[in-house]
C-alpha cells in the first residue's frame, strides 16, 4: 500500500514522513482543501478518507493501548516529549458518586421531572399552530396558573440546516 497517493492524487515528490506536529497538520489541511476546492478531488471522498483516520484511531485505542502509553510516559516521569514535539502527558481522572446522599437523590429525582414536564411542553410547542387573522384563528391560549391571566401560546420557533452524515461499512 502506498501512503504517498491519496486518490490518484500524488502527496508530492518527497516521499519523507512528516513530523505529526499541529503546524504540519494545518498545512495538510490546507492543502487537501485546496486541492478539493480546485476540484481535484471530490469533498466528499476526501471527508469519507479522513474520518476512516477517526475510525482507526477509536479502534486502536483502548485500555491496553491506554495502559502501555502511561508506563511509557511513567519512564520519564510524569511527561515525555517525542522527536516531533509533542508531549504526552499523564494526568489522573477522578469520578465520584453521589447516590448514597438523601438530598442529592431528591434534587435528581427532582430534575428527572422537570425535564419531563419541559420535554413534554417541548413536544406541545411543536404542534401549536400560530395565529391566523384572516381565519379569525387566534392561536391557542392559556390560563397562567399564577396569575390568572390568558396569553396565547406562542408555536415552537423552528431553524433548519442542510448538513450530512457518514456512516462507515
Avoid: C
Avoid at 519523507?16 to 494545518?26: C, D, F, G
Avoid at 490546507?30 to 471522498?45: D, F, P, R, S, T
Avoid at 516531533?84 to 434534587?107: A, L, M, N
Amino acid at each position: 500500500m502506498d501512503i504517498t497517493k491519496y486518490e490518484g492524487v500524488s502527496l508530492g515528490p518527497k516521499k519523507e514522513l512528516l513530523l505529526p506536529t499541529k503546524e504540519n497538520a494545518k498545512q495538510v489541511a490546507a492543502w487537501l482543501k485546496e486541492q478539493v476546492l480546485n476540484g481535484k478531488i471530490l469533498a466528499h471522498k476526501m471527508y469519507e478518507n479522513l474520518n476512516f483516520f477517526n475510525v482507526i484511531r477509536d479502534e486502536f485505542k483502548d485500555d491496553e493501548i491506554k495502559e502501555m502509553i502511561v508506563k511509557e510516559i511513567g519512564q520519564y516521569g510524569k511527561e515525555m516529549q517525542v522527536s516531533s514535539g509533542s508531549i504526552f502527558k499523564q494526568t489522573s481522572t477522578s469520578t465520584y458518586t453521589f447516590e448514597h446522599d438523601p438530598v442529592w437523590q431528591k434534587h435528581k429525582q427532582d430534575e428527572e421531572k422537570h425535564k419531563a414536564l419541559r420535554i413534554a411542553r417541548e413536544k406541545f410547542l411543536k404542534t401549536v399552530p400560530p395565529p391566523n387573522k384572516l381565519r379569525n384563528f387566534p392561536g391557542v391560549q392559556e390560563i397562567d396558573g399564577d396569575t390568572g391571566e390568558i396569553y396565547t401560546v406562542q408555536p415552537a420557533i423552528k431553524t433548519s440546516s442542510d448538513t450530512f452524515s457518514l456512516t462507515v461499512k
